[in-house]
């Protein structure tokens, strides 16, 4: 009796300990397609916890990588809009909404044009959604930038926020990236 309470046992932590790895492995895509970002474990780790990406292929890994910089975009654009209303006068402010509304727009177009790929349209759609997310990056910097001019004691809480956000953009262009690189879907 007590080997049989023992051998239940052992398969219970077996099971508990198997189901914590399957929650929170990853698939070989998503590592493939993480293997050149900046911070490969924010890559990974990202992409992992999004739903549908330990499934997805390449392509679909990409709609995947950008709808997460869709869903941050968002909260960030809601915090630069209030510290505008609590410091109108901060110029650089203005500004960094007006660049995250571009930044959304660009990334909303992207998830379009990236739903709607084919082989047919591939060239062309790969080649309009790489430039949206290198403009999304860019307007980070320049939102940060136009803050180091005008109003530094702002800058710190903006950046940590545009920061997180372009760590994702950078990260959907790289697989964007990838994707392109096959040449096809």
């Given amino acids: 009796m007590a080997f049989f309470r023992s051998g239940l046992?052992?398969?219970i932590m077996f099971f508990a300990i198997n189901g914590v790895w399957a929650a929170t492995s990853t698939s070989d895509t998503i590592i493939k397609a993480c293997n050149d970002s900046l911070d490969r474990d924010f890559c990974i780790s990202s992409l992992s916890k999004a739903p549908g990406a330990l499934q997805a292929d390449l392509a679909h890994l990409s709609v995947i990588a950008v709808h997460l910089c869709?869903?941050?975009v968002k909260p960030v654009y809601d915090?630069?809009?209030d510290l505008r209303e609590r410091n109108p006068n901060v110029s650089g402010l203005k500004d960094c909404v007006e660049l995250l509304e571009d930044t959304r727009d660009e990334l909303h177009d992207s998830e379009s044009k990236l739903r709607r790929l084919s082989d047919a349209n591939f060239n062309?759609?790969?080649?309009d959604v790489m430039t949206w997310l290198s403009g999304?990056?860019?307007n980070q910097d320049n939102c940060v930038s136009g803050l180091q001019e005008t109003h530094v004691s702002l800058l710190s809480a903006v950046k940590a926020k545009t920061d997180y956000l372009a760590m994702l953009i950078d990260?959907?262009?790289?697989v964007v990236n990838n994707v392109a690189d096959q040449g096809h879907i």
Avoid at 124 to 127: F, H, R, S
Avoid at 171 to 174: C, E, N, Q, T, V
């Fill in 171 to 174: 990260d959907a262009l790289l």
């Fill in 79 to 81: 915090f630069i809009v």
């Fill in 136 to 138: 999304g990056e860019t």
């Fill in 70 to 72: 869709i869903e941050e």
């Fill in 9 to 11: 046992l052992w398969a």
């Fill in 124 to 127: 062309e759609y790969m080649a």
